[in-house]
Nanobody, 127 residues
Framework: QVQLVDSGGGSVQAGGSLRLSCVAS????????MGWFRQAPGKEREGVAV????????YYADSVKGRFTISQDNAKSTLYLQMNSLKPEDTAMYYC????????????????????WGQGTQVTVSS
């Protein structure tokens, strides 16, 4: 089964940038829905950015549109989340997630749709 390892979190000031990485291994299928979720203290986990690894549209939460960009490097089996113009409200534990998807289409930002998860990486943004 898929193994996901998240990294790249840290502490930054508001307006700063971070790039999260998710290295995937033990791929079984050729295409997946794959993306990033986050969970702030006392809040539910929410979808931040998800996309279909075979190409197509990407979902971004309204709160991150224009600031976050998801990308992938197939040669490195790595998914990235470039986060710019960070805000204190972006502070959360960020998780990479994946789920096999054989049919092209829009990937859902719902946590229960994903069975494979990274261990999480903490992002802290100070004002």
């Amino acid at each position: 089964q898929v193994q996901l390892v998240d990294s790249g979190g840290g502490s930054v000031q508001a307006g700063g940038s971070l790039r999260l990485s998710c290295v995937a291994s033990e791929w079984t299928y050729s295409t997946y829905c794959m993306g990033w979720f986050r969970q702030a203290p006392g809040k539910e986990r929410e979808g931040v950015a998800v996309h279909y690894t075979g190409g197509g549209s990407t979902y971004y939460a309204d709160s991150v549109k224009g600031r976050f960009t998801i990308s992938q490097d197939n040669a490195k089996s790595t998914l990235y989340l470039q986060m710019n113009s960070l805000k204190p409200e972006d502070t959360a534990m960020y998780y990479c997630a994946a789920e096999p998807r054989l049919v092209p289409g829009t990937c859902p930002p719902r946590i229960y749709e994903y069975n494979y998860w990274g261990q999480g990486t903490q992002v802290t943004v100070s004002s």
